[in-house]
């Protein structure tokens, strides 16, 4: 690789305060959120970019491929940096692409609105609010760019009704590919499939199409109870309300009492949150009141809403960690028994704590645990599968979705090797666990 004519290039290409081989900038580039994961934390650093990029749109991110590839410098794609598996970290050096200046909203239309890859879900959410329209889901990293959450996320708010990002959510794509003449390929419908989730291996987004849908009236809704069982006994029924809830997340006390402090989420009870169009506020109520839990409050505002996004997913786990420094790790779980088999699901890890998510179907969540070795944390997982709970290993950064496929599609979309070198084999190395 030649990262000297590389940096001249690029300098030359995308002007002078676009390229930096200051190391400052490196590391910066070379870090996620993988800090979520003990077992990950204690192989760090496991990278370092030679030269980052910033290139301000979809063509020059084309561009900036193109002659990554004509210098044999490995490319990593990067967001925001919020994936929390070291899928974002540079493991051989190079380039680090960062997308986040191209990020401008390109069109929106009727159920559709095409942006660039660097494009922060919260601002594709305005402007799909300024049309009388909402983007179908958003992770709950909110603040992270539409091109790291089709690459690397999952699902977020909305999935309750919209499941997960392989389904239905991209409507096109448009990908660079690691060759020499890489250029804009525009991609459509099923097409953009074999893109989705693998950490940029096969190829690089540059502008991504995603569906939108009619703008609701909703709510952010607190409420507490006495207990977790309580809470939770109220979770599926919720998932069911008419009009879908947008999110409807639950916690036990200690980690509720870790989250930003919030006069709605009261020390010592277990809290349930939940977005809800203003419309199933009546018969949300009854819920919690039939469970013998009281509503703390009901705000207003697209602010409120998104304030609680912030506090579903892995960020409970986040701020759990703030809380109790290089104590708990958590896995993604899945399933009823996370619902009918509470405490058989706490015990599986000492310290074991559910942070739920309903979802249509089956709820999901994050157990979190006291961290001891990562032979502790893999020893789990026969236990859960044993309760019939599903699981995702966070702990690990190799594609896990579809690798074979990848593999297949990057021998012609990457034919030297070269886009985000080590996130992908045939076989990964641990347990990976099911989809979740
Ligand atoms: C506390 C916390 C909570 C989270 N909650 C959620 C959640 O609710 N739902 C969820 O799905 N995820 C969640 N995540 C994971 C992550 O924040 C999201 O998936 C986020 O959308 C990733 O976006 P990013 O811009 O930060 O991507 P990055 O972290 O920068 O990148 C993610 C992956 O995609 C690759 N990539 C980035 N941009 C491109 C591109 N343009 N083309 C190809 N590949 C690319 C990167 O190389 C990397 O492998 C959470 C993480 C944390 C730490």
């Not at 009727?110 to 909402?134: C, H, R």
């Not at 390929?185 to 502008?207: F, Q, S, V, W």
């Not at 708990?328 to 619902?339: I, T």
Request: hydrophobic share 45%; no cysteine.
């Amino acid at each position: 690789m030649n990262v000297e004519a590389l940096a001249e290039e690029l300098r030359a290409l995308l002007g002078e305060a676009a390229v930096s081989t200051d190391l400052a900038a490196r590391e910066r580039a070379s870090i996620d959120g993988a800090r979520l994961s003990p077992v990950i934390s204690e192989q760090l650093p496991l990278g370092l970019a030679d030269i980052v990029a910033y290139p301000p749109s979809s063509e020059l991110i084309a561009a900036t491929v193109a002659a990554a590839v004509r210098h044999g410098v490995p490319i990593t794609p990067r967001g925001k940096g919020t994936g929390n598996y070291g899928q974002a970290i540079p493991f051989e050096g190079g380039l680090v692409l960062d997308t986040s200046r191209a990020r401008k909203i390109l069109e929106v239309g009727d159920g559709y609105l095409v942006a660039e890859a660097g494009a922060t879900l919260v601002s594709i959410e305005l402007a799909a609010g300024k049309a009388n329209q909402q983007v179908l889901m958003y992770p709950s990293t909110a603040n992270s760019t539409i091109g790291g959450f089709v690459s690397g996320g999952s699902g977020g708010t909305g999935s309750i009704k919209h499941g997960m990002l392989h389904e239905d959510f991209v409507l096109a794509l448009d990908v660079v590919h690691a060759v020499p003449d890489a250029t804009l390929l525009h991609l459509e419908g099923k097409d953009t499939e074999p893109y989705i989730h693998n950490y940029g291996t096969a190829g690089i987004i540059a502008t991504v199409t995603v569906a939108l849908e009619p703008l609701q009236d909703w709510r952010a809704f607190y409420a507490s109870f006495d207990t977790f069982e309580q809470a939770l006994s109220v979770i599926r029924p919720f998932a069911d309300l008419e009009p879908t809830p947008r999110l409807v997340s639950a916690d036990l006390p200690t980690l509720a009492e870790a989250l930003p402090a919030n006069p709605a989420i009261p020390a010592g009870r277990a809290s349930l949150r939940a977005i809800l169009d203003a419309e199933s506020l009546e018969a949300a109520t009854a819920l919690v009141e039939g469970a013998g839990g009281r509503v703390e409050d009901v705000r207003e505002g697209a602010q409120e809403s998104m304030k609680l996004s912030m506090m579903s997913y892995n960020h409970p786990i986040e701020w759990l960690q703030k809380a109790y420094p290089n104590t708990y790790f958590h896995v993604e779980v899945a399933g009823d028994a996370l619902v009918d088999r509470i405490d058989e699901v706490h015990a599986v890890y000492p310290g074991g704590m559910l942070h739920i998510e309903a979802q249509k179907g089956r709820p999901i969540g994050m157990l979190a645990g006291t961290y001891t070795t990562a032979d502790d944390v893999w020893a789990g997982f026969e236990k859960l599968a044993a309760l019939g709970v599903g699981f995702h290993n966070p702990h690990q950064w190799f594609v896990d979705y579809e690798p074979e496929r990848t593999a297949e599609l990057a021998k012609t979309t990457d034919p030297e090797n070269l886009l985000n070198p080590g996130k992908l084999q045939a076989k990964p190395a641990v347990a990976t666990g099911s989809q979740v």
